[in-house]
């Protein structure tokens, strides 16, 4: 699966998970930060796999009072794994729709297997300026090899 297409991501049922999902993340920072008094600064990081990045970076993209979205805390990193994100900012921002968050992420990191056929950069989308980069390689550990 590729994840979300640029279409689905218009219905009423992918904005009604985008408010569970927000409502459910905000209900988990508040129990944790109930939990542990010691915790006192508001930034958390976010991960989300293929489907789950998409819908992290579109509530971050469309924080505002008409969807009723909006995380309860400051998104410090975002780590997306494998997330085809870059195809469906592409064609948002070849529609002039809103592609950067409106919200305040300290670091973004896009990590994908360069064979994944559904995982693509986001950055030279955002920022023309990153295509004349090439993505970084990960340097796998294999201190615990299971055998």
């Keep these: 699966s590729s994840g979300i297409n640029a279409e689905y991501g218009q219905t009423a049922k992918y904005q009604e998970g985008l408010k569970t999902v927000c409502r459910e993340a905000n209900a988990v920072f508040k129990a944790y930060r109930e939990e542990d008094i010691s915790f006192t600064h508001n930034q958390v990081t976010v991960i989300g796999d293929v489907v789950g990045s998409i819908l992290a970076y579109d509530i971050l993209c469309h924080s505002d009072e008409e969807l009723d979205l909006s995380f309860d805390f400051l998104v410090d990193k975002f780590f997306s794994f494998g997330s085809p994100i870059g195809n469906l900012v592409l064609h948002r921002a070849l529609q002039n729709k809103p592609v950067h968050p409106k919200k305040l992420v300290t670091q973004f990191y896009n990590l994908f297997y360069a064979s994944s056929p559904g995982a693509v950069r986001i950055e030279p989308v955002l920022d023309g300026h990153f295509a ?8 796998r550990f294999n201190k615990y090899v299971i055998t």
């Design 132 to 139: 004349a980069f090439p993505p970084v390689c990960v340097p």
